[in-house]
């Protein structure tokens, strides 16, 4: 009787991710228009804004230093990681690490700005160039790092998404290559 249980399990357990995987390559198939940029709307700016205080009450609390919006945040990010002040299962927290390191990238980045990037899978918060599709991802650019471990180093892991978007960004008058 328990082996029949255990294989009746088995064989439910495998045919639902068999569907899965099915379901997945589906909608990979049929994906022909791709990914789509649209503004943020009113729940993506307030989900932000309290991930946004949440990161202003850690460092106000274990600093007495403010967020501002700019590089100088790189910074107070990497006393937060160092310290260990977020467990790395608190993944509410540690993305709203990444909503600190994108409003850096959109304050410091005129062409770059917070949108929704959605594509078959989901829809996401992403900083992108302009009106394109070259995005960042900075709300999981450090929680997954973090959520192994890992202490990324905010201020390379900045200057490296900033050189990859580089082809996207303009270029200003004048600029030597």
């Known amino acids: 009787m328990k082996l029949s249980l255990i294989f009746f399990l088995l064989c439910l357990t495998s045919s639902s991710f ?3 995987i099915d379901i997945a390559n589906k909608i990979l198939a049929n994906s ?7 503004e943020l709307n009113w729940l993506n700016i307030n989900f932000m804004d309290r991930q946004r205080k949440s990161i202003q009450g850690l ?3 274990h600093y007495g230093r403010f967020i501002k919006g700019d590089k100088s945040d790189l910074a107070l990010l990497q006393r937060l990681v160092d310290d ?12 709203a690490l990444g909503v ?3 409003d ?8 770059l700005s917070w949108v ?9 918060q992403a900083v992108c160039a302009g009106e394109s599709k070259n995005c960042l991802f900075p709300i999981t650019m450090l929680s997954r790092r973090m959520e192994v471990g890992l202490k990324p180093n905010i201020s390379a892991l900045y200057q490296s998404a900033i050189d990859d978007m580089k082809p996207y960004l303009p270029k200003l008058p004048y600029a030597v290559q």
């Open 32 to 38: 022909d228009s791709g990914p789509q940029v649209r």
């Open 100 to 102: 600190i390191l994108g």
């Open 18 to 20: 068999a569907v899965d």
């Open 84 to 95: 260990s002040v977020i467990a790395q299962d608190n993944i509410e927290q540690l993305q």
């Open 59 to 61: 460092t106000s609390a």
């Open 104 to 111: 850096v990238f959109a304050h410091e980045h005129e062409s």
């Open 116 to 124: 929704i990037y959605e594509d078959d899978l989901a829809a996401t």
